[in-house]
């Protein structure tokens, strides 16, 4: 029985740390130990049961174990800053009013159109319409927005570049060229090896944040007078 009770504990500190290590978009909206302590007992309560060559009483002690597992990192979170953040994480800010960092969108196994996603979710299509946004240790997403924040969403913007590669689907969406982009981002002085992001809407305003520095916005009329 004491063998039991070790192997299992054993099984859900690895779990717990592999979930952690995941990001927080596997995690959904639990705490990563309580993911682990769900997906344990499930298949803990389920062996006993399909297998009549187990003893029910394997099953009553692994699922004990964990619930009293459960009861210490529980309080142990509740105690300990330090040890809430080891077991559940923190709050990420994935965009601050310098616009998107990419160090944590990294940390945390998350790309731009990741972001992008989450954004528009939440009712925020513009990445200037907020001055925060962030990951709660839960995998959970929140966003502070600009005053007036409406204003800045009249067109839905595409994403043209992201992590200095063109989307293919989104040009021949917009009815733009990769050239016409070439031809902007040399006239601002940047690589496109260096562009974070680059979204443009359709009333020609655009959205470019190169690595390491803060965004900015352009107003260009597109070619043809395209609108979308």
């Not at 995690?27 to 130990?33: H, K, R």
């Not at 982009?181 to 601002?188: D, M, Q, V």
Request: with cysteine; proline share 4%.
């Amino acid at each position: 029985m004491a063998l039991i009770m070790v192997r299992t504990a054993i099984v859900f500190l690895v779990l717990l740390v592999i979930m952690r290590l995941m990001g927080k978009r596997q995690i959904g909206e639990m705490q990563p130990f309580e993911l682990v302590i769900t997906l344990l007992i499930s298949e803990l309560a389920c062996i006993p049961m399909a297998d009549a060559s187990v003893p029910l009483l394997y099953g009553v002690v692994s699922v004990v174990t964990i619930f009293v597992l459960h009861e210490i990192v529980t309080l142990i979170d509740l105690k300990g800053k330090p040890f809430k953040a080891l077991l559940s994480g923190k709050p990420s800010v994935v965009v601050n009013k310098d616009g998107i960092d990419a160090h944590e969108l990294k940390r945390n196994r998350l790309d731009v159109s990741d972001l992008i996603e989450s954004l528009r979710s939440a009712g925020y299509f513009s990445l200037d319409s907020i001055d925060y946004a962030l990951y709660e240790s839960n995998g959970t997403f929140s966003a502070l927005p600009k005053e007036n924040y409406e204003e800045k969403q009249t067109s839905l913007p595409l994403v043209m570049i992201s992590s200095g590669k063109f989307d293919g689907k989104n040009l021949k969406f917009s009815g733009l060229s990769e050239e016409f982009f070439e031809e902007l981002l040399r006239r601002e002085g940047v690589k496109q090896k260096n562009v974070l992001v680059l979204t443009a809407d359709g009333a020609g305003k655009l959205y470019l944040q190169e690595n390491g520095k803060k965004y900015r916005t352009l107003q260009v009329n597109y070619p043809g007078g395209r609108t979308w």
